[in-house]
């Protein structure tokens, strides 16, 4: 073969198509919001190295930036009643929307003058606010008052709920391995599945032991506080979203230029995407990010349930083996199915490119997070939403808050949406499905008016 064809020939366009497939492009400013630089990295991207990009970008000199002052919380750390990694994982950025977020009473807002150190001296990288008369504010001081008398950590609903999925889950993998049956193993990984869900209302929370459930099918808890509680939840669908951007090689959901083939062809490869969803995360977390130490040895529960399971006794590491892979491809499928199609890509909600224009030029983030998601009516209001991410609009609103306080709400949610001129829309979980293809073919950008 000459190396002219090699060049120019079918072999480097073929190179060249399965290059621009498999890479990330690389933004490194919002098309959205003008001044809003990106975290950098044009390959996959990882939670050390996306904590790393935004300490160069966000002005909070090595120690943490609310709005423009500069606090050093390094002693707070070991006190913090919502648990030390939060604050150790935060040194040198911006944790604003975070710490506004977080927490819902008005104790850590008076506390935080005591860490006070200097004032910043660049403007935030984030074009997001929280004035005391906007949206977000207003309604947070609501649900304050609201819960004032409800307890607020993990309840006792949730816990039983969560308990008993994995009690069911961990008999349908020794069933499976038992009677060596598929279809068992497809009961089992999608029971995973939902134990994984279900812990993910546990991890926003202070540090508990039941968060820990999230490692059964070897999802990390320290990997997912970074791409999904500091990234997703806080930008959803924006360049500093790593869940969508990690997925975008393959899922494009930015209105941005894409070929043909990711605008329709993904549409019949996405579950093969949401296959390989949950190996790629081991693999990419074993290879590269590293692990959180002993705590993983949760991630082999599955596998000795199996073990324990199968016929053969103590020589039957190779079926163990196998019903494990087939396990974890199955929980992965259903995650990535579920996830994906969660309520945040519909060709009428906010993807970056898309304008949010609102009164004065400024963005209320509370706004943002309603432009950015869209209610699934099955999945709201119910026990099923903790293992279906129901409830979405206010769990992005109130991450910390356990899922079965969230219907509690909706009154001042609604109250708050009226006022503001924001329509609460909703939709099945077939047309959030439908919606979530849709928004992969769209090129056409949006002007967000909403709540103006
Ligand atoms: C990276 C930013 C932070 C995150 C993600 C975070 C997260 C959390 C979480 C998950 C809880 C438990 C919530 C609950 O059980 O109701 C919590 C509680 C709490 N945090 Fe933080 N926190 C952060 C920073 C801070 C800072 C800077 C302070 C004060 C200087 C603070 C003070 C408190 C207090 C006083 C509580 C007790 C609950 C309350 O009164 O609301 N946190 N935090």
């Not at 366009?13 to 990330?24: C, R």
């Not at 030390?84 to 927490?103: A, M, P």
């Not at 432009?371 to 009516?377: E, K, P, S, Y």
Request: hydrophobic share 45%.
């Amino acid at each position: 073969m000459s190396i002219e064809f090699m060049k120019n020939g079918p072999l480097e366009k073929i190179g060249a198509l399965v290059t621009s497939i498999l890479t990330m492009p690389v933004k490194l400013k919002s098309d959205s919001f003008e001044k809003w630089m990106a975290p950098e990295f044009n390959t996959f991207p990882e939670e050390t190295a996306w904590l790393e990009s935004r300490r160069k970008l966000e002005g909070a000199q090595g120690l943490w930036r609310v709005d423009n002052s500069i606090y050093d919380l390094t002693d707070f750390a070991k006190d913090h009643p919502g648990g030390e990694q939060w604050i150790n994982l935060t040194k040198g950025t911006d944790i604003t929307e975070l710490f506004k977020t977080y927490h819902v009473t008005d104790a850590p807002r008076q506390l935080l003058s005591a860490f006070y150190v200097k004032s910043a001296k660049t403007p935030r990288n984030s074009p997001f606010t929280f004035g005391s008369n906007d949206f977000y504010e207003i309604l947070r001081r609501r649900v304050n008052e609201k819960l004032r008398h409800v307890q607020r950590g993990p309840s006792l609903k949730a816990k039983m709920f969560a308990d008993s999925l994995l009690v069911l889950c961990l008999a349908c993998c020794w069933s499976t391995a038992r009677f060596e049956s598929h279809v068992l193993a497809v009961v089992a990984g999608l029971f995973l599945c939902v134990v994984t869900i279900c812990a993910h209302n546990f991890f926003h929370q202070r540090d508990n032991w039941r968060m820990h459930y999230f490692r059964l099918c070897g999802f990390s808890v320290t990997g997912w506080r970074v791409s999904h509680a500091m990234s997703h939840h806080m930008y959803p669908n924006s360049i500093h979203d790593m869940e969508m951007r990690m997925l975008e090689p393959w899922l494009q959901w930015c209105p941005s230029d894409k070929t043909l083939f990711h605008r329709f062809a993904s549409w019949l490869y996405s579950p093969v995407v949401y296959t390989l969803l949950l190996p790629m995360a081991i693999l990419l977390r074993w290879g590269i990010s590293g692990h959180d130490g002993a705590i993983e040895a949760v991630s082999l529960v599955v596998p000795l349930v199996l073990w324990m399971g199968q016929p053969a006794g103590i020589s039957g590491i190779l079926p163990t083996l196998y019903w494990w892979v087939a396990v974890i491809f199955i929980t992965s499928f259903f995650f990535g199915l579920i996830g994906v199609n969660a309520g945040h890509h519909h060709p009428e909600l906010f993807h970056d490119g898309d304008r949010i224009i609102q009164k004065g030029g400024k963005v209320d983030w509370g706004i943002y997070q309603m432009l950015a998601v869209r209610d699934r009516r099955q999945a709201n209001d119910n026990i099923v939403s903790l293992a279906l991410f129901g409830d979405h609009a206010l769990h992005h609103l109130f991450p910390s808050l356990d899922h079965m306080v969230l219907p509690m709400l909706y009154p001042e949610l609604e109250k708050t949406c009226r006022e503001f001129g924001i329509e609460l829309k909703t939709c099945t979980i077939w047309e959030a499905t439908m919606g979530q293809f849709l928004q992969l073919a769209r090129v056409r950008k949006l002007m967000l008016t909403h709540g103006a």
